[in-house]
T-cell receptor, first 114, second 118 residues
């Protein structure tokens, strides 16, 4: 069973639309949640960090966290072609050793059509 | 502020050869991570250092992979001997603190080394 689940996509949205990216995780005790953006051939770049239930907004990006449902999402408003990338959800999960480590999902590929 | 530095950017080797990757973290960052990212997958943690000590190497294939961070700053990851399935991007990341939660744990990634094993 994958510990951080994302739909691989591609998710295709028209320019100017809202893109909604979803992620579920297995460890109910997780406290820190991250969204990274990764352009093709580039390294992951942090775009959002959230640790409290509810919404966190930063410019065109909104992260939403629901710990009871073990669900975190990323909304991108007014999507631009430059937002086309893979979005990685990462969660601090407790592993087999008992330690918490940042665990990534496989990513959702977003395509914004001009 | 300089970011995480990695070298080389690309490496092509034949199976059974050895290879080494180098990483220099952001200045002042105590924690350093090595990840393996296979095409189409998210990064997978191989090893985590805090200063020059190993915190977590539970997913490091120790029969062929080794890593060190002797002076608590830069680090080297080695593969010997390489297998075809080691073809991947090897990412180094660093964070300010050892905390498992919160802002101190935000990880910043280097550009990565793309390894092709033929």
């Amino acid at each position: 069973q994958k510990e951080v689940e994302q739909n691989s996509g591609p998710l295709s949205v028209p320019e100017g639309a809202i893109a909604s990216l979803n992620c579920t995780y297995s460890d109910r005790g997780s406290q820190s949640f991250f969204w990274y953006r990764q352009y093709s051939g580039k390294s992951p770049e942090l775009i959002m960090f959230i640790y409290s239930n509810g919404d966190k907004e930063d410019g065109r990006f909104t992260a939403q966290l629901n710990k009871a449902s073990q669900y975190v999402s990323l909304l991108i408003r007014d999507s631009q072609p430059s937002d086309s990338a893979t979005y990685l959800c990462a969660v601090n999960l407790r592993g087999d050793t008992g330690r918490r480590a940042l665990t990534f999902g496989s990513g959702t590929r977003l395509q914004v059509q001009p | 502020e300089a970011g995480v530095a990695q070298s080389p950017r690309y490496k092509i080797i034949e199976k059974r050869q050895s290879v080494a990757f180098w990483c220099n973290p952001i200045s002042g960052h105590a924690t350093l991570y090595w990840y393996q990212q296979i095409l189409g997958q998210g990064p997978k943690l191989l090893i985590q250092f805090q200063n020059n000590g190993v915190v977590d190497d539970s997913q490091l294939p120790k029969d062929r992979f080794s890593a060190e961070r002797l002076k608590g700053v830069d680090s080297t990851l080695k593969i010997q001997p390489a297998k075809l399935e080691d073809s991947a991007v090897y990412l180094c990341a660093s964070s300010f603190g050892p905390a498992s939660e919160g802002l101190l744990n935000i990880q910043y990634f280097g550009a990565g080394t793309r390894l092709s094993v033929l």
